[in-house]
């Protein structure tokens, strides 16, 4: 009978011949109805699902829609649960990073601002709630670079704590946060330090330390050093500038 109704489908043929074929084969005419909706191709449970979405967020026919289908009344449960995504592991370390499950830190920074209506529509849709599409807003900003921040801390613009977070958001390891800000001040340059050192404001380990912070080994930071200790010197008592400068 099976075979006999794919038959009859295929070539389009109507309801009442398909019924009336069910019932001269191995069916009894009083069930040809019920046989053919049996045997008739059904949406998944994903796609009844992904459809309930788009009508309704609520999902108040899934029960129904799925024991159609043939879900047993005690698992309709699961499948509702699990038509509401929660986001990939990755997008939820970006909303941790990004203050989004701290809503007063991010409600702080302005990250709910310009919270699109359609968005929270459109998000249902796919499954995601209000809440999660809030989130996934509130880390969708872009930030400043670390290098921006280090300026605005230099200008006066930020705190210490507001550049932590921002490094904090850009993923920047705990381990190297204070390091980072460490090296974003600038450093005395060579002529500042040998001025320094003439006007007594540098001692000579000072300029030792101010040395290595350029970059230079430690047997080039001594000599560095004592040259600066030597053009430091009165000029009866040490080279002149223009042995220097040649």
């Known amino acids: 009978a099976m075979l006999l109704v794919q038959g009859d489908l295929q070539q389009a043929r109507s309801r009442d011949i398909i019924l009336k074929d069910i019932s001269i084969a191995d069916i009894n005419p009083k069930y040809a109805e019920q046989y053919l909706d049996a045997i008739l191709t059904k949406p998944a449970s994903t796609d009844?699902?992904?459809?309930?979405l788009r009508k309704d967020f609520r999902l108040p026919d899934l029960d129904r829609d799925l024991q159609k289908i043939g879900i047993h009344p005690e698992y309709t449960h699961l499948y509702r649960e699990l038509a509401y995504q929660i986001p990939p592991v990755a997008d939820i370390i970006t909303m941790a990073v990004r203050e989004a499950f701290t809503p007063e830190i991010a409600a702080r920074f302005g990250q709910y601002q310009d919270y699109p209506k359609p968005l929270e529509e459109w998000a249902e849709k796919k499954g995601l709630s209000k809440e999660w599409s809030e989130r996934y807003w509130a880390a969708h900003w872009s930030?400043?670079?670390?290098?921006?921040?280090?300026?605005?801390?230099?200008?006066?613009i930020i705190?210490?704590?507001?550049?932590?977070?921002l490094l904090r958001a850009l993923d920047v390891m705990p381990f190297w946060r204070d390091k980072l800000t460490g090296i974003a001040y600038r450093r005395l340059t060579r002529v500042d330090v040998r001025r320094m050192y003439k006007a007594g404001v540098l001692t000579r380990e000072e300029v030792y330390e101010a040395y290595l912070q350029h970059g230079?080994?430690?047997?080039?930071?001594?000599?560095?050093?004592?040259?600066?200790?030597?053009?430091a010197m009165p000029k009866e008592a040490s080279i002149t500038r223009s042995d220097i400068l040649t």
Do not use: K
């Open 48 to 52: 009844i699902i992904a459809y309930g």
């Open 143 to 156: 930030l400043p670079s670390a290098s921006q921040g280090f300026e605005m801390l230099h200008r006066g």
């Open 159 to 165: 705190t210490h704590s507001d550049l932590d977070m």
């Open 216 to 231: 230079y080994t430690d047997e080039n930071a001594r000599r560095m050093t004592e040259f600066t200790v030597q053009w």
